[in-house]
């Protein structure tokens, strides 16, 4: 055999070789491909499931959330209907309240506390013990509120307790003149008046009261003015509508949470590369 006849069989070979190894080569890319596609449906297939899930989950919060927030409405709107009722009704109490209350009391205004024995020494009173005495209150003190408090607020009831209180302790006085047990202290200074208005009143209210030594008719017409002020203020609604908008801001706070959750957004994302 020569060196040539052996260099033709060395190139046969390699040549072989050389053909198999790039049809290895071309197979083995081929099938790289083929699983990678496959890999990659599956993975976009399972993101899309999830992504699906996310999207029907969120949907169904969403229509929870305005199907509560639409109750939330309707409710807040019979809610006023019905406290616009009570404060018609409260008001009216009130007027029936004062103007049955004892007009006796002014005369604490008329005379001064050293002529409180007046009342009892001077038959022109003859008929002040009688109309302040505690059955007299009682009956005139209105029963009913009671019913109307789910629709009232907290200061016009303490509004209203307060004036019927001072009227009451204010009668109570009176009618100790007119028996002829004549406190030595000006009503002003009265144990029941002081805790009364210092627990119905604000303290610069109170204050006030005190050293300005208010008269019996400035301190009710006082609290005549706040109580109807404060009517006025609630039934124009201001109240319910700063809280209507407080829930409407932290309702669109929660659908904004919802939409920028980031498992949704990491889904998308996910989604996004597979379908590269």
Avoid at 71 to 94: D, L, N
Avoid at 102 to 107: A, K, L, R
Avoid at 109 to 128: A, H, M, R, T, W
Avoid at 131 to 142: F, K, Q, S, V
Wanted: net charge negative; charged share 25%.
């Amino acid at each position: 055999m020569t060196w040539a006849d052996t260099f033709q069989i060395i190139t046969a070979a390699l040549g072989a070789v050389g053909g198999s190894a790039l049809i290895i080569f071309g197979l083995s890319s081929w099938l790289g491909k083929v699983w990678a596609n496959r890999i990659l449906e599956q993975d976009k297939f399972k993101y899309s499931q999830e992504l699906e899930s996310l999207r029907s989950a969120t949907q169904n919060f969403h229509s929870s959330l305005s199907l509560t927030n639409a109750t939330y409405f309707e409710t807040k709107k019979a809610f006023a209907e019905k406290r616009v009722q009570a404060i018609s009704e409260v008001w009216k109490r009130f007027i029936e309240f004062r103007d049955k209350s004892p007009s006796e009391i002014i005369w604490l205004d008329i005379l001064v506390q050293e002529e409180y024995g007046e009342f009892s020494s001077n038959p022109k009173f003859n008929g002040f013990e009688k109309g302040t005495e505690l059955g007299a209150i009682c009956d005139i003190i209105p029963k009913e509120l009671d019913i109307l408090r789910p629709f009232m607020d907290d200061i016009t009831y303490q509004l209203f307790g307060t004036y019927t209180a001072t009227v009451a302790r204010l009668c109570f006085y009176l009618n100790k003149c007119c028996s002829g047990n004549t406190p030595e202290y000006d009503w002003r200074n009265d144990d029941g008046v002081i805790r009364i208005l210092s627990a119905g009143l604000p303290e610069e209210e109170y204050q006030q009261f005190q050293n300005e030594k208010w008269s019996v008719q400035i301190l009710l017409n006082f609290l005549q003015f706040r109580i109807s002020n404060h009517l006025k203020s609630i039934a124009t609604g201001a109240d319910l509508a700063k809280e209507a908008m407080e829930h409407a801001i932290e309702f669109s706070k929660v659908i904004t949470a919802i939409r920028d959750d980031e498992t949704l957004k990491k889904a998308n994302k996910a989604l996004h590369r597979t379908s590269r």
